[in-house]
């Protein structure tokens, strides 16, 4: 029985050929259908030149247990949890790779009501089975049509904005070749019927697997100069860039400038609590103090989680929020099964901008102003425990406020900073924020004190 080392903490992912192939797909999806018994799941996949054979893969094993199929085609992750909870169907499976380099591969799986399978819900068993590859025989196979979700997506999505509010404006989108493009597309039109006046600027709007313009991963800084320039090219009120699933969307000011996932969390809870005061709000606790400023100022409750889309989506569930954020520019949903979406904040940020009446980086330079942060920092250590407990014993006589919900957190009433070890490599994160009305002190100077304590 060979291991498979395609299974992560939260999805499968590997390196094609050797970790993750059509055999190794057709068992996936044939454990999945004899764990989980359903009657129907959606299945889709991202552009990748190796997903639609990974999908066929994985559909011929769900059939095979005895599971009907309705194949999305192309899709984005979120349009299968869209499926997943909307339609009569009892889960689902996206094929992707999201950012990963050209080489890889990888799925996200969902139960009924798109809750996620990871590895404390699931998706161990699937591995084991699908390892020790001895299915059970079915009395009769399952059947696979093809479905178009993209209409009922596009007029779930129009329910997060009020049309007639939706001021004139330019956006910049770019798909960066991955699945957004078809959905922009749809969105486009949509708004053409209802009037709403908003231009679509389109770069890299075309899917193309060979990813002609580098994988979609607006996070890393080299990525990001196509969609400032074309802001700026075209007077843009905003650009939106996505990553090759679109679960993820990022923002620029109409200067350009990309925004931290960080402000754009305040940016959504400012949109919820303006349409429905004392909501509540979940946040990660690597960078805090503005989200707690926003939620205060509009009235609502902020509820700390730990990082990651499992703990996010529990605690979401567990205190009905409206709206859960993480710096890393994941955003979820209570009205969308508590799932992640990169196209449901570019719009609650098209509203925000129309019902204030200002601009981007107007609003998002008042929350930078009052609370500075360093951006996630990452640092390779030889032993990541280790060097936080040096940390902590280096602060230790400052007794600074800790909190241990994820890594560790340490506030210091003017300053405060959060350090925690990567789920998936030898990494330190680290996260330093500030209050510029009582400390005048550099951001910089911070990120030199803990670079010099990490490395030295």
Not at 243 to 264: A, P, S, T
Not at 305 to 320: L, T
Request: glycine content about 8%.
């Amino acid at each position: 029985m060979k291991k498979l080392s395609c299974f992560k903490a939260y999805d499968i992912r590997g390196k094609l050929g050797t970790e993750l192939n059509e055999d190794i797909a057709y068992r996936i999806g044939r454990a999945y259908g004899q764990i989980y018994q359903p009657k129907t799941v959606v299945v889709g996949c991202d552009v990748r030149l190796s997903s639609e054979d990974l999908k066929q893969a994985t559909i011929r094993g769900l059939n095979d247990a005895g599971v009907d199929v309705l194949d999305l085609g192309m899709t984005g992750t979120e349009e299968v949890y869209f499926g997943a909870f909307h339609l009569d169907v009892q889960g689902g499976i996206e094929i992707t790779a999201s950012h990963n380099p050209m080489d890889y591969n990888g799925m996200k799986l969902v139960r009924e009501n798109a809750r996620p399978i990871s590895a404390d819900t699931g998706l161990k068993d699937i591995q084991a089975l699908a390892e020790n590859n001895e299915f059970a025989e079915v009395t009769s196979k399952g059947t696979t049509e093809k479905y178009n979700i993209l209409p009922e997506f596009v007029e779930h999505l129009m329910s997060y904005i009020d049309p007639a509010k939706i001021r004139p404006m330019k956006l910049v989108v770019n798909a960066g070749n991955g699945a957004a493009g078809h959905v922009i597309d749809a969105i486009e039109i949509k708004f053409k019927e209802l009037n709403i006046p908003v231009e679509f600027i389109k770069i890299h709007h075309e899917a193309d697997g060979n990813f002609p313009n580098g994988i979609p991963n607006p996070i890393l800084i080299e990525n990001r100069a196509s969609t400032r320039d074309a802001v700026i090219q075209h007077s843009a009120d905003m650009g939106i860039a996505w990553d090759g699933d679109f679960d993820r969307c990022f923002l620029f000011d109409e200067k350009g400038q990309f925004i931290e996932g960080y402000y754009i969390v305040g940016l959504l809870a400012q949109a919820f609590l303006l349409k429905q005061a004392g909501e509540k709000i979940v946040h990660d606790p690597r960078l805090v103090w503005n989200t707690f400023d926003v939620v205060e100022q509009y009235q609502g409750t902020a509820i700390q989680s730990k990082s990651g889309h499992a703990f996010i989506k529990d605690v979401m569930r567990e205190h009905n929020a409206a709206y859960g954020g993480e710096m890393s520019a994941h955003h979820y949903f209570r009205d969308f099964a508590y799932c992640d979406s990169g196209m449901i904040p570019w719009l609650l940020a098209i509203a925000v901008l129309s019902e204030t009446g200002k601009s981007l980086s107007s609003l998002v330079e008042e929350m930078i102003a009052k609370f500075p942060c360093s951006g996630e920092i990452n640092f390779k250590v030889a032993d990541t425990q280790a060097t936080i407990q040096k940390i902590f014993d280096h602060y230790a006589d400052q007794q600074p406020e800790i909190d241990q919900t994820d890594g560790v957190s340490l506030n210091f009433g003017a300053w405060r900073f959060n350090v925690r070890a990567s789920n998936t490599e030898p990494l330190l994160r680290l996260n330093i924020e500030s209050r510029r009305d009582q400390n005048p002190r550099p951001m910089q100077s911070y990120v030199d004190e803990l670079t010099q304590l990490i490395q030295g």
